[in-house]
């Protein structure tokens, strides 16, 4: 035997073992190398502690109900402790089964996924990953997305490191207030919502398991654009959490068997009908803290809408302005359509403009034989137009006067004819309907905390976008008088007090010809008391009135009470000639009723930040007292009245008790229908170009303006008391439906005598023109009085709008 050649062998391969082992020692300093070169800029893990998400700032109504959303990521954050077991079961089973058992990484799981790589790389398929759930937290939250294995030591490196640090439903609550689910949804809360309408704790089997289909590909698994692949990612969940043994084989079969039904919930205004009110809060939130706290913040708004009253509000007003309308006549379709073509499709993609959500775009087929309209809806539906529902579409014509009503359905709409329809029973009648071109607003509010209540800027969010409610500036023509009216008996006059009706002329300034206002109804009374000055709205009484006391004596009370910020000491302006909006003009009348306390419109009751700390509260009284852990027969806190004095409550009520008038026996008279204690006032400016009518209860001030948005006539024969006034009686018809007749408040220091409501002088309890008339102390009939000035103190002003014609009539 040849032993020399045995030692040889021996020390060849002794050699190749020190050299393999060399190798791999070099190989695994090398791993240790490039893992330390690779983890060295890692970022710390630490910054999970203070995770705070973009989350969606969300707008509630008094009693809780969701108006509206702001968000650029839409999510709820939710802690893991009120997040439901199924729901945690539901991404375990999906995304990472042995996740409550491995340190950050699954060592089985990537065997299984690399085993399924080697075939998908023959294949040419999309490499599949195994990251677990620590995983995808790594890379969402501290890496990138890019499909580089380096990237994928580096998430594996911080899966292990976070794991180490956090506990496990800490890294589960990151992760599902963290993911995309698709449909502009981040986290399984708010998917949730937007999928199905429901909260976390209201899901299914079979609705947790869509979720979980989720993240691996939203938009592969959508309901609406892959249900096939969707329905079968969840099924596939389904029976992963029967294989985990989450739910039982019959759960899963019954949830199997559940159709898939999802929803598409738009981001934004939330509530029917509120658009205005809540585009209102988004400006203010926008003003008040930034771009940033609004879409990301994640405030919760508490506004002070009341939904049953901003209901009746915006169907008081439509009804209004539909009534205008009508009484002016049809305009014609919208459009036209070829009948003989793909009639359909035309109205599908034309859409219902609007904005309500009953109307319905159609066109029209032909005629019946009983004089009906045959018309067909963008959905392939046939119906018709009873002709009955067409009596009001007389032909418009110039200066808002109409044609001869119809005799004819041919005379209103032809085939081919584009328009707008709405159900008026279950039987496929239809009625015919135009979007009206004149437009409007109405606000009611608290008058003793200044809280919006309701507010719409408009005939519908959809067709404009303007709110006429807090933008548009518009002459309040009479509405303006009872300041007049205000500042005259703060000054030595009563309600009795006379005034002359008659004939009036300014001078305006050099060069400019006599300035002199008309009365409507171009006559005279005479004189007359204060009160029937009010009630009829007179025109030249009220500014000899303004004359005998000064403007520059009014001016202070429109601004003082926030109707005006600046207001010129003109004479056109005692009959509403200076603009201002009709929550600035509601505002004033409500501090009228409130008996003279200055008040702030507000939209918002309380604003909270992400982690429900209040850093806004409309009502800023301090009650230190108010949270008594017990109770021990100790006194109700009587909290401070915080709000400025500042005007007379004697003579606050005594307006209010002129508007009563008003509303009695006045321009307002169509409201005192509702039988119950009402004042207000209408209000027209020059030429009819802007309607009003502001009035109130005890309780509950509204304001409602109706104008074209370009300034012009209404029509020859409308008014405040026409227009306007019919919408305040419709609101207050219905807001007040279940209220008790609450007599308004008489503050101290109020004196009634008994007096005729025309001359204004005392009489017996038989006279049928009696009233309780209310007089300051010493000011009552009788009493000796200073002697009135009746010369002329102040002049209308140049570039007034309001010359000779109506001059703010009503």
Known sequence: MNWDFLKDRRRVLYLAGLGGVGVLLAGVLAVVGYVIAISSDLPSVEALKNYEPPVTTRVYAGDGTLLGEYARERRIFVPITFVPKLVTEAFTSAEDKNFYNHPGIDPSGIMRAAVKDVFYLIEGRRLEGASTITQQVAKNFLLNSEVKFSRKVREAILAVRIDATYPKDKILELYLNEIFLGENSYGVAAAALNYFGKSLDELTIAEAAYLAALPKAPSNYSARTRYKAALERRNWVIGQMADNGYITDEQARDAIATPLVTQARPLGIQAEDADYFVEEIRRILYQKYGEHA??????????????????????????????????????????????????????????????????????????????????????????????????????????????????????????????????????????????????????????????????????????????????????????????????????????????????????????????TPKNFEKSFLGPITLRRTLVLSRNLATIRLASQVGMPVIVPYPVKMGVYDHLDPFLSNAIGAAETTLVRLTLGYAEFVNGGRKLSASLVDRIQDRQGKTIYRHDGRD???????????????????????????????????????????????????????????????????????????????????????????????????????????????????????????????????????????????????GIDEAFKPGTEPGVAQGPIDDTITDRSGPGSDVGEGTGGLY
């Open 623 to 769: 009650c230190s007292s108010c949270n008594q852990p017990n109770w021990h027969n100790q006194p109700e806190p009587l909290l401070e009245d915080p709000r400025e004095q500042i005007l007379d409550p004697r003579t606050a009520y005594q307006v209010v008790s002129m508007m009563q008038g008003v509303v009695q026996y006045g321009t307002g008279a169509s409201i005192a229908v509702i039988k119950k204690p009402l004042a207000g006032k209408t209000g027209t400016s020059n030429d009819a170009k802007d309607t009003w009518f502001v009035g109130f209860s005890p309780d509950l001030v509204c304001g409602v303006f109706v104008g074209y948005d370009e300034p012009v006539s209404l029509g020859h024969h409308e008014q405040g008391a026409t227009v306007a006034a019919p919408v305040f009686r419709d609101f207050m018809k219905d807001a007040l439906v279940d209220a008790l007749p609450t007599p308004f408040r008489v503050p101290a220091g109020i004196s009634f005598v008994r007096v005729n409501r025309i001359t204004g002088q005392p009489t017996g309890e038989g006279d049928p023109m």
């Open 294 to 515: 609004l879409y990301d913040g994640g405030l919760q708004v508490r506004s002070t809408l009341d939904t049953r009253l901003q209901n009746i509000a915006v169907n008081a007003l439509r009804a209004g302005l539909v009534r205008y309308d009508h009484r002016h006549g049809w305009r014609g379709a919208t459009n036209t359509v070829d009948i003989n073509g793909d009639w359909k499709a035309v109205l599908a993609a034309a859409g219902n403009q609007s904005g309500i959500e009953t109307w319905r775009i159609a066109a029209v087929l032909g005629f019946g034989s009983d004089k009906s309209v045959k018309i067909g809806l963008a959905n392939g539906a046939r119906a018709s137009i009873p002709f009955s529902e067409l009596a009001w579409a007389k032909k418009a014509l110039k200066d808002g006067y109409t044609g001869a009503s119809p005799v004819s359905p041919q005379e209103v709409v032809k085939p081919g004819d584009v328009v707008y329809v709405e159900p008026v029973d279950g039987k496929g009648h239809y009625g015919l309907r135009q979007i009206p071109k004149v437009n409007g607003a109405i606000v009611a509010i608290d008058p003793h905390t200044g809280r919006v209540l309701a507010l719409s800027g408009g005939f519908s969010f959809a067709s404009s976008q303007f709110d006429r409610a807090m933008q548009a500036k518009r002459q309040p023509g009479s509405a303006f008088k009872p300041f007049v009216f205000a500042a005259a008996l703060d000054n030595g006059y009563t309600p009795s007090s006379l005034v002359e009706d008659g004939p009036f002329s300014a001078p305006q300034g050099p060069g400019l010809p006599m300035w």
